[in-house]
């Protein structure tokens, strides 16, 4: 159940991304198992507890929708800028202004798109959950009383909110167990601008 339902979000994941008897055994396997579930094939190598953290070092294989080429490219990325001081900043506390408006208005418009009717008290904590702190979370609730065009949001977009939008929007999605097809247009959407501005 759990692969059906992340496998039509594994393009966005790898724009992103691009992660028994014997305890170490069952966490190694159950890591991989999870990874698995987004076409991603993975072997933990090492398990050490550093305080209240489990420190873990893994190999991954080529995602399963990762194109050769695309995989290729990450490698040498990886190999040219080990440590990539210019990466983007996907902390919604750096955005400017109008960079919080859209990233609150897009994940207003995902939430819509889900076509539940919600609590908020109930629908705030599940948001919190996964870290979106209480402006943001204001922000949604304000832009939920407006219905929401996700075409007209994306125009313009820069990678910072497209990336961050992305990041939480499977997370979202996923809360009430099942994906509709209004959903995924969005995340496809999100993916498009994503693909079209890393091209450019």
């Not at 070092?57 to 290729?72: G, H, K, N």
């Not at 040498?76 to 001081?85: G, K």
């Amino acid at each position: 159940m759990l692969s059906q339902l992340v496998r039509p979000l594994i393009r966005p994941q790898i724009e992103l991304l691009l992660q028994a008897k014997s305890v170490h055994q069952q966490l190694r396997s159950t890591m991989a198992e999870w990874l698995s579930y987004m076409g991603v094939r993975a072997d933990v190598n090492q398990l050490q507890v550093h305080g209240h953290q489990i420190h873990v070092s893994l190999y991954v294989d080529r995602p399963d929708q990762c194109s050769e080429t695309e995989w290729q490219k990450m490698q040498a990325n990886l190999q040219q800028e080990p440590c990539n001081n210019n990466a983007i900043d996907l902390s919604y506390e750096s955005m400017d202004p109008s960079q919080q408006r859209k990233v609150q208005r897009l994940l207003a418009c995902i939430i819509q798109a889900g076509g539940n009717a919600y609590d908020w008290s109930m629908l705030q904590l599940k948001l919190q959950s996964l870290g979106l702190n209480k402006s943001l979370c204001q922000g949604i609730r304000a832009a939920l009383k407006v219905p929401g065009d996700s075409t007209q949001l994306l125009k313009h977009l820069d990678q910072t909110v497209v990336a961050f939008v992305l990041s939480k929007a499977t997370y979202i999605i996923l809360m009430d167990g099942k994906i509709i097809p209004a959903e995924s247009q969005i995340l496809g959407q999100l993916y498009q601008v994503l693909t079209a501005q890393a091209q450019t």
